[in-house]
């Protein structure tokens, strides 16, 4: 699939041309289930990370709960969007330009919950391995890795087909719980994985969410 080799300029694209309104995952409101993690106390106030956290939105929204979180995505246009969003919001965060797949050797920062929320469908097969390696480095022992994707058993972008293009023009990659097992086990604990119905800015859609522990 050739798309993995131009996501940098995708989201660049979509970030600097598309109206943050018309973006499909930029949802303003932090999603349900993160919103319980916090309120229960599964996820305490703690130093976080949001990875590819696009305009912000559920970074600014943690740093609100007490939480000290950095904000990391691939695309630049993003960023500036979510630096834009907490100074509105009176909020610190910090945010930086940082390829996930990339070599992480020189970025030291580390954090007891991290969690990428319906990132992992941009990412391919055969880039996955090296990308939870890169999370399970950004992650203290004992801390919490959080992640959700898209299911295969969503009727999303014609509803069949583990790769689907999407209207904006990227290509998605849709998961079944046992792969995602199978990624996760050689590297976390895996608390609990399951298939739930999330709302979205258009409707409700099946995830896969992982719950793990970074040994």
């Known amino acids: 699939m050739d798309d993995k080799q131009n996501i940098r300029e995708q989201m660049d694209r979509i970030y ?12 303003e409101e932090p999603p349900p289930l ?6 229960t106390g599964k996820i305490k106030p703690c130093q976080a990370v949001d990875l590819g956290c696009g305009a912000g939105n559920y970074a600014v929204w943690l740093a609100g709960k007490g939480f000290d979180v950095t904000g990391i ?9 979510a630096k834009g969003l907490a100074v509105s919001k009176g909020v610190s965060c910090r945010f930086i330009v940082l390829d996930l797949l990339g070599d992480l050797s020189d970025y030291h920062e580390r954090f007891d919950f991290a969690y990428d929320w319906e990132l992992l469908h941009h990412i391919f097969p055969e880039d996955r391995r090296r990308y939870v390696q890169n999370v399970r480095q950004l992650i203290r022992p004992g801390g919490t890795y959080l992640s959700l ?17 999407t209207p904006l023009g990227t290509t998605l990659y ?4 046992e792969e ?14 399951s298939t739930v119905e999330i709302p979205g800015k258009s409707g409700s859609h099946m995830v896969v969410v992982a719950w793990l522990e970074r040994p």
């Open 34 to 39: 993160l919103v319980e993690a916090v309120e």
């Open 149 to 165: 994707c898209f299911s295969e058993a969503d009727t999303s972008f014609g509803g069949k087909g583990k790769y689907r293009k």
């Open 73 to 81: 995505d691939i695309s630049q246009p993003a960023i500036e969007h």
């Open 174 to 177: 849709f998961s079944s719980e």
């Open 16 to 27: 600097r041309d598309v109206p943050l309104a018309s973006i499909p995952w930029n949802l």
């Open 180 to 193: 995602l097992r199978n990624l996760f086990e050689p590297t976390f604990r895996v608390q609990d994985l």
